[in-house]
């Protein structure tokens, strides 16, 4: 076959067509299941914090703890998820599994909220389950569909190769459109109508969405290895990895967290709840529908990143991307200091107000004199910084691992969020100790009495650390050489499809 892509096959195991398969038109559909999973996800995560200080009765810091624990184990799962599907399962299997582990587990979710089956500690043992299910879905969709999904672009052709890196801009928009809608449609129906539907929206949308997948089979490029285990190309990778550092001709940038301004997002939620959200006289914006204002700021920035940005760039550096991956990181993790700054500040203001109106002791008030708006600009900025910083590293941990592995690459990628949301988890627990010991918590149930302002302080010192250790790390950076890095694909009756 003339046209046929070197080392692709496709859903029969023929070599696979570059007309007929690829491209666009088959990233398309793994992106739609993608913007599902996003809305499946978030459909749980985003208010998460409401559940669980409200039906479920948990202290504030507590709560804030479990969500950083669940969202660390999560983002953690990817790993282990992802050498089996590299290795062994393939990564369109592992999609479609994830995809069936979804639906049962928010169906268990909902029933769960709705009806209460087991009473007392029997349901919220029954929630906890479901919760962690979902983030073992969550764990095996995330790294197999992107890595699926960019596996449509043919890096050794030009074209294609400029299309790939066009596609991590246009993948990130797609997820973060999910995300806005799935904030502002779950919470405001957890809010107004009911948990049970709440979480039942999301199930319903994943079964939809895994039947659109399917129907994209017959067009997806899938890739063979003969490498049976990452494991081992891992292994080898580290030894080259070593060596070279004791060389210093390499090392990597992006070890580092870069965590600072999601690890307050549950914190921001209550915060928001305490102000004046009402719009006209009989609407009231849900908590959790701020963060809307994230990923409707990543949408409306990304066609300015991809179609001005870029052009422009490129005709000062004369680099098809505009600037280097690491260049990007390094610009988003600037901004997301500036934003959790700007979170400090907003805080350190809601509290003057809080006690200029006399609320200090009343938590229940049902709005400050101070509308939501003071909130709107940070997280815009952290919208800005994750177009920047968040696409650029996803692009980063897929380009610069081999083939064979690049699901184990975007694992190692979500691994940051994990470890991050590990050590807030940590680091609330910690200080909601050291502190309440001393008569007033941080994180005090009463946010009129607390101190969230010192916690974001606190993390812009961490980030201030962390771009500096960025900063140094990158410089010394050797990107990987695509003509010889001696990555194999190619057709093999013994061969793992990818």
Aim: one cysteine or more.
């Amino acid at each position: 076959m003339g046209d046929a892509v070197a080392g692709a096959v496709d859903y029969r195991g023929r070599p696979a067509s570059r007309a007929a398969t690829g491209g666009w038109k088959s990233s398309v559909f793994v992106m739609a299941m993608e913007i599902a999973e996003r809305f499946a996800y978030k459909g749980v995560a985003a208010n998460l914090i409401t559940y669980l200080t409200g039906p479920l009765g948990q202290p504030m810091a507590r709560a804030a703890a479990s969500i950083d624990a669940w969202k660390g184990v999560s983002q953690m799962l990817p790993l282990p998820v992802a050498c089996v599907a590299d290795a062994w399962l393939g990564r369109y299997r592992a999609i479609v599994l994830a995809s069936i582990l979804f639906v049962v587990s928010m169906g268990t979710l909902s029933l769960s909220s709705a009806f209460h089956i087991f009473r007392s500690g029997g349901h919220v043992a029954v929630f906890y389950v479901a919760l962690y299910l979902v983030a073992l879905g969550e764990g095996a969709h995330k790294p197999c569909a992107q890595a699926f999904a960019a596996d449509q672009f043919d890096e050794k052709d030009p074209k294609e190769n400029v299309a790939r890196s066009s596609f991590f801009n246009w993948w990130y928009f797609g997820m973060c459109a999910g995300t806005a809608v799935t904030t502002m449609v779950s919470s405001y129906v957890q809010d107004n109508v009911g948990w049970g539907l709440g979480f039942g929206i999301p199930c319903i949308v994943i079964l939809v969405s895994l039947a659109v997948f399917l129907i994209g089979t017959p067009s997806y490029r899938y890739y063979t290895t003969k490498e049976p285990s990452p494991v081992a190309r891992v292994g080898k990778a580290l030894l080259v990895l070593i060596k070279s550092w004791r060389s210093k001709h390499r090392t990597n940038p992006a070890s580092g967290k870069v965590e600072a301004h999601k690890n307050s997002d549950e914190d921001l939620v209550e915060e928001a709840a305490t102000l004046d959200r009402r719009i006209g006289p009989n609407f009231k914006v849900p908590p959790a529908a701020l963060q809307t204002f994230i990923s409707v700021s990543i949408v409306a920035f990304i066609p300015v990143y991809d179609r001005l940005f870029v052009p422009l760039a490129r005709r000062y550096t004369g680099r098809p991307t505009g600037i280097t991956m690491l260049q990007r990181v390094g610009a988003g993790l600037s901004l997301s200091l500036v934003a959790v700054v700007l979170s400090a500040l907003v805080e350190m203001k809601r509290l003057a107000v809080a006690r200029d109106a006399g609320l200090l002791d009343a938590p229940k008030a049902s709005h400050l004199p101070m509308t939501l708006w003071w909130m709107v600009p940070q997280y815009v900025l952290i919208g800005v910084s994750d177009v920047f910083a968040m696409i650029g590293l996803q692009e980063f941990f897929y380009d610069q691992v081999p083939d064979a592995v690049r699901s184990l690459g975007l694992a190692l990628f979500l691994s940051i969020f994990g470890v991050g949301h590990l050590l807030s988890s940590f680091l609330i627990s910690v200080i909601d100790r050291a502190t309440a010991r001393r008569g007033a918590s941080w994180f005090s149930n009463n946010l009129n009495r607390a101190h969230l302002d010192y916690f974001y302080w606190l993390l812009a010192g961490l980030c201030v650390v962390e771009l500096v250790a960025f900063f140094f790390f990158s410089r010394a950076y050797v990107y990987k050489k695509k003509s010889d890095d001696g990555d194999y694909r190619g057709g093999d009756a013994d061969a793992t499809l990818v």
